[in-house]
């Protein structure tokens, strides 16, 4: 890895904004006369997890939240805060959990180890762990990881779904639909973990506003 001075970064955003503005004559003008993303992506703060270019999307088409190991508390109010502007505001259709094949924060909740304030923030991941402990000890050192990551993923559209801003948005007929993926960073690929939610129906009965 390369490491870089910050005037060297500065540059670089100045050759970025050329390039564009070349390719694209006009296009920073049209980008900053509005933000109507359709998606809500969720992901982690791993710098080799990028939201927008896995995905092939331009700015201003994806609404992005990241932290470690992408999770969802109902305490946090950043995250709660990104979500109800998009679901509220930029009345955005599909949100999109995506956590990666070795993740870090996984990794260090899987350990066991101290690594200080982070872990309080991971802490849920250790639940998940003990909750799931039979089926993962029955699979080798790198599928128990990966086989986690994805757990947690599923984990955090389920908790997503419970969420209050979600929960109106589909008692007032909002279409919302919340999908969860893992990113592969060896090959670039995407996994569908066929997990999503679209209805108060799909949630347990003790979380929804909705009963039947």
């Known amino acids: 890895m390369?490491?870089?001075?910050?005037?060297d970064l500065l540059e670089n955003n100045?050759?970025?904004?050329?390039?564009?503005?070349?390719?694209?004559?006009?296009y920073f003008e049209r980008l900053s006369v509005q933000q109507k993303p359709y998606y809500l992506w969720i992901g982690c703060?791993?710098?080799?997890?990028?939201?927008?270019?896995?995905?092939?999307?331009?700015?201003?088409?994806?609404?992005?939240?990241?932290?470690?190991?992408?999770?969802?508390?109902?305490?946090?109010?950043?995250?709660?805060?990104?979500?109800?502007?998009?679901?509220?505001?930029?009345?955005?259709?599909?949100?999109?959990?995506?956590?990666?094949?070795?993740c870090g924060g996984v990794k260090a909740a899987m350990e066991g180890r101290t690594?200080?304030?982070?872990?309080?923030?991971?802490?849920?991941?250790?639940y998940l762990y003990q909750r799931d402990q039979e089926e993962l000890e029955a699979l080798d050192e790198q599928a128990r990881w990966d086989?986690?990551?994805?757990?947690?993923?599923?984990n955090q559209v389920?908790?997503?779904?419970?969420?209050?801003?979600?929960?109106?948005?589909w008692k007032r007929g909002q279409q919302l639909t919340i999908h969860g993926w893992v990113y592969q960073i060896k090959n670039g690929l995407v996994k569908d973990l066929k997990v999503s939610i679209s209805s108060s129906k799909q949630v347990p009965y003790?979380?929804?506003l909705e009963k039947d």
Request: proline share 3%.
């Open 115 to 126: 690594f200080g304030l982070i872990d309080n923030w991971i802490s849920i991941i250790r």
């Open 158 to 169: 389920e908790r997503l779904a419970a969420t209050n801003t979600v929960q109106q948005a």
């Open 14 to 26: 100045r050759y970025w904004s050329r390039q564009h503005e070349a390719r694209d004559p006009g």
């Open 45 to 102: 703060s791993d710098s080799r997890v990028p939201a927008n270019e896995i995905i092939g999307m331009h700015p201003g088409e994806l609404f992005v939240h990241r932290n470690i190991a992408n999770l969802v508390f109902h305490t946090d109010m950043n995250c709660l805060s990104v979500l109800q502007y998009a679901v509220d505001v930029l009345e955005i259709k599909e949100v999109i959990i995506c956590g990666h094949y070795g």
């Open 147 to 154: 086989r986690m990551c994805e757990l947690n993923v599923i």
């Open 2 to 7: 390369t490491i870089r001075s910050i005037e």
């Open 206 to 208: 003790v979380f929804r």
